[in-house]
């Protein structure tokens, strides 16, 4: 499946960063959220909403 993201926003919380992301592509289409938690200068979960 081809895609093409981008991020429409950032809102950051003590280590834990929701990234607003636009998907535009051959099947979904429409924005949803990734959220973030950081651990240091690492990612130490995604969840994709």
Do not use: C, H, Q, W
């Amino acid at each position: 499946m081809k895609s093409n993201l981008s991020v429409v926003g950032i809102t950051p919380t003590e280590g834990v960063y929701r990234v607003r992301i636009a998907v535009e592509g051959k099947g979904f289409n429409g924005e949803g959220d990734m959220t973030f938690t950081l651990d240091g200068d690492r990612i130490a979960s995604l969840v994709i909403t």
